[in-house]
Each structure stands twice: as C-alpha cells, then as structure tokens.
C-alpha cells in the first residue's frame, strides 16, 4: 500500500511517501510561499506516484467540523495570503483521492500514539514548543477537535514573581505562547535559545512556564504521558527541569502510578522528527477505512 503524506507548515510543505506501517519511503520539502503556487507544488509531487490515500496535518487554525461548507479550510491563520484556503478541495480536485485532514500538532500526536512510544495510548497530550506554540489531544481514544480544535498553546499563565516581561502574544501577553515560544525567549534574553543554552537562569524560567503549563494539562486532561517537542524542546536540559517543577507545583495532589515516574511521563518525541509525517500516514489510513 502506498500512501500520501502532506506535512503543511507556516514555512514549508513536507510531501512523502509511505505505508500503513508507518514506514516512509521518500519525502521531500517544498517552501511556502502563495497558497496556489505552493499547493500546485505539492499536488505535482503526488500526481505520478498512485497514492491510495493522503493525509494532511496542517497549519492553522483549521475548520474540522466535516458538516461544515468550509471543511478542510485554513481559517484565520496570521500568514500572509493564506487565510480561508480549501487545502482539502485542492488536494481532492487535483489527485481524486480519499484525504485525511487534521492540525499540525494532531497529526504529530498521531504519529506517536500509531508508532513511537505512546503506541497504544487512549489518553494523551502532544505539545510542539517552537516559534508558537500548541497541542494535540487524544482522549478515550480520539483525537480532540470539539467547536474547532483545541489552542491550548494559549492557556494563560500566572508570571513568576522576579519576572518583568510582559509576554510575546498580541492576543493575550501572558499565555503559555507569549512566555515560552521561541520569539518570547529571544525577545526577553536578546538572543535566539541555541546561543542561551549555557544560561541557566534562561532555561529555570522557561520550565517554569512549561511546567505551569504541564499542571494545566494534567489538572483538565489526566493524560496517561505527556510529549513535548519542537525547536525548543531541542534543549534538553529543560526534562529534568520540567518534571521537577511540575511535581512540586502539583504539590502531591495526583496520586497516579503514571506520575511515580515522571521520566516516563513527561517525554520527548520518539520519531526522530518523522512524528509529524507518520501521524499523516495515519489519517490517510484511517481516510481510506471510512
């Protein structure tokens, strides 16, 4: 079986090639640039390869609800040109294939819960901690869409008392986005993270946003794991910094055996950065089987 994997993102579009295994035979990356232009690019790579099914986890915020006559749409999105773009209705038109659809985040968590460490999971939380930032949830089994599908990059956070900054996002300032992203760590310290990895004092205060983040998720959700990744998340010594924090301001409120062993509980991405890919290969899997 081969199946299409379209990995659609604010910068560039990741087009692939794989099976029902998760396997990935080939991908290749195209730039975003304007929608036509770039989803032409994409449907092009598709055309010649006999793809049963292609599944798309993509930028947004995205519509979801398939009774909707904008199912399939890029909504609202901040980026230039691509607001209210038929992503499916182009993909369908130009391959006449089944298309699977869902975030970006989604279909990262997808592809952990199908093939990395989380296979078999019914309850779970992916966050991507990178220029912005948000989450996938699957919860009893199924992933989490409800009116839209869920921000919770945008949670708001109470500021650690010796801190200043007012916050990254023009939407909300002190939410978990306009603390922790990428942006907010360069606009705060005055440098891009990969040149703060030797600042402790950078990476105390980022666990801290993260774990306030992480007792949101645990308090609302009572995920079975937490997955964090992202460009942010490429700093490793925020792990050990993050469960502490979280376990002390959890304050031994939870008694799971999940949260005895927080190395287990609170987790990298498995995929080697294929999550996002793989969880694609899944939704046109499971487009195929509907």
């Avoid at 038929?86 to 699977?100: E, H, I, S, T, W």
């Avoid at 869920?150 to 996002?169: N, Q, S």
């Avoid at 498995?270 to 969880?279: A, E, P, R, W, Y």
């Amino acid at each position: 079986m081969t199946l299409g994997a379209l990995e659609a993102g604010g910068t560039k579009m990741v087009c692939a090639l794989g099976d029902e295994t998760g396997k990935i035979f080939e991908q290749t990356s195209i730039p975003t640039t304007k929608p036509e232009e770039t989803l032409s690019a994409c449907m092009d790579y598709f055309k010649d390869k006999n793809i049963e099914a292609l599944g798309i986890a993509c930028f947004g915020p995205v519509d979801l609800n398939r009774q909707s006559s904008t199912y399939g749409y890029i909504t609202t999105t901040p980026k230039p040109g691509w607001a209210n773009v038929d992503v499916v209705g182009a993909a369908k038109k130009a391959l006449g294939v089944p298309v699977g659809f869902d975030t970006d985040v989604n279909g990262s968590l997808l592809g952990e819960v199908t093939y990395g460490d989380a296979k078999g999971l019914t309850d779970a939380v992916y966050f991507t901690i990178g220029t912005g930032v948000g989450a996938g949830i699957i919860s009893g089994g199924n992933l989490v869409h409800g009116m839209m599908h869920p921000e919770a990059g945008h949670m708001l956070l109470t500021p650690r008392e010796d801190d200043a900054y007012k916050g990254h996002c023009p939407f909300h300032r002190n939410c978990f986005e306009g603390f922790a992203a990428g942006p907010a760590v360069e606009e705060r310290w005055g440098a891009k993270g990969v040149e703060l990895a030797d600042r402790d004092e950078v990476w105390d205060l980022e666990a801290y946003y993260i774990a306030q983040a992480m007792v949101n998720c645990i308090m609302i959700l009572s995920p079975q794991r937490i997955i964090l990744g992202g460009g942010i998340m490429h700093q490793e010594q925020l792990f050990p910094l993050i469960r502490k924090k979280t376990t002390e301001m959890l304050k031994g409120y939870i008694k799971a055996a999940e949260l005895e062993d927080m190395d287990s509980y609170i987790v990298p991405a498995s995929l080697n950065d294929d999550q996002g890919i793989m969880g694609c290969l899944k939704l046109a899997l499971d487009e195929l089987s509907r």
